[in-house]
């Protein structure tokens, strides 16, 4: 029986999505050999509810020096940075001599306010150019993946920190063990660690299955990361719900005794109770809703190529790998994948091998149907495409069920 990586107890497996890519691994159309492949299942642990992936992908796979994502690439999250970075400086931050330590800092959209202010900080990220490029912006980056060693490190050179915080990192980290222990070494007593990432009830509520993939180790709910934190002597003292990336949490986690939970807290675990997150015929009823979406989005894309329609996708996200190889994409039925980053544009995507350009492309003409990949970028998107509908042009979108706009 595996086992949990957090507590060591029994995991369940619920949904088996199959045979899947690295989901940010885009391809050189000339080089499609050797690559690499897992199985993509999701289990619950019995004994600290914690929802994680069946099998662990190596990290040196997914977080490298090409890693092609950039924080700052949505307007939404960067103003949702520019808000977090503020409200640290106007709270835990304005005391004397503060300090803010980032894991997964990126490209430092978030630290830039912070620089700005002249406040000590510190990102920490293991994808060079990314952190070359926060480095460029003048915020002081190490790349480096963040575990204990690290911790103890930054704590000789830097000393203790006011905060650590972590916004879509946490739940991509399997060795959980080791970055509690890091940060109950590198937190100041009354030190606080938050951290925001997918949240398990909006993925069930929205059945949105592609938040499911390699970088997603974990599906975190307020009852597991309490489970999780105590076991290293700190506690979940505060919760707070975004509607960012399809729905998040962000968790303030404190040293035991340090600080007062809030009764946000307690009011999402109950919420959560009343929900079943804890239960496995819950997740069981997720699997099925994710195999009916599957064969909705199949059937349509097909009738729709059988009626001469051109298809197109828009967003080469890294959680469209898991929708484009658990229902077979290709281009056969998506002819290519629009998208600004410019690392993605004359590849392939993983698995699927569907080309990607650049957003020019959309428009060149427009296609009849636009298949939303991004669809937590969806307003913004809509907003900035409304030429797409005025001519006729229709968005498929597959959460929470398979319809058209």
């Not at 999701?42 to 092609?68: I, S």
């Not at 460029?136 to 993946?145: C, D, E, L, M, W």
């Not at 307020?222 to 002597?233: L, P, Q, S, Y």
Request: net charge negative; aromatic share 10%.
């Amino acid at each position: 029986m595996p086992e949990c990586r957090t507590c060591g107890g029994a995991l369940t497996e619920v949904y088996d999505f199959g045979r899947q890519p690295l989901s940010d691994a885009f391809l050189e159309p000339d080089k499609l050999e050797g690559e690499f492949f897992y199985r993509l299942a999701v289990g619950m642990c019995g004994a600290c509810t914690m929802v994680q992936l069946m099998e662990e992908v190596p990290r040196d796979r997914m977080f490298h020096e090409d890693y092609p994502y950039y924080s700052s690439g949505s307007e939404v999250m960067r103003k949702h940075f520019e808000h977090t970075a503020q409200g640290f400086l106007d709270t835990e931050l304005s005391g004397p001599d503060p300090f803010i330590v980032e894991v997964g800092s990126n490209d430092g959209v978030m630290l830039k306010a912070i620089a700005d202010a002249g406040v000590k900080h510190l990102g920490v990220d293991p994808s060079g150019a990314v952190t070359e490029r926060a480095r460029s912006k003048g915020i002081r980056t190490r790349t480096a993946f963040f575990e204990e060693s690290e911790a103890l490190d930054i704590v000789a050179a830097e000393g203790n920190a006011d905060v650590i915080f972590a916004a879509n990192t946490i739940c991509h980290i399997p060795y959980l063990d080791s970055i509690f222990r890091g940060v109950a070494a590198l937190l100041k007593p009354n030190g606080i660690f938050v951290f925001e990432d997918p949240y398990l009830g909006d993925i069930v509520e929205r059945a949105s299955f592609d938040q499911i993939y390699d970088e997603h180790f974990y599906l975190f709910t307020a009852r597991a990361v309490r489970n999780m934190a105590r076991r290293f002597g700190l506690e979940l003292v505060d919760v707070e719900h975004f509607g960012v990336h399809g729905g998040e949490v962000r968790y303030t986690i404190a040293k035991q005794g340090a600080r007062e939970p809030k009764a946000a807290v307690e009011a999402l675990l109950a919420e959560e109770d009343a929900r079943g997150l804890a239960q496995l015929s819950t997740l069981e009823e997720f699997g099925n809703r994710v195999t009916a979406i599957k064969d909705d989005l199949v059937a349509l894309l097909t009738k729709l190529r059988d009626e001469g329609k051109r298809v197109v996708a828009y967003g080469a996200t890294a959680k469209s790998a898991t929708v484009a190889n658990l229902c077979g994409l290709g281009p056969d039925l998506v002819s290519f994948v629009c998208d600004s980053t410019p690392q993605k544009q004359n590849r392939l995507t993983p698995g699927s091998h569907i080309p990607v350009r650049g957003p020019e492309a959309f428009r060149d003409p427009y296609p009849d149907y636009a298949l939303l990949f991004a669809w937590n970028h969806a307003d913004e998107i809509l907003a900035k495409e409304k030429e797409f509908r005025q001519n006729g042009g229709k968005w498929i979108l597959y959460v929470p069920d398979v319809h058209t706009v």
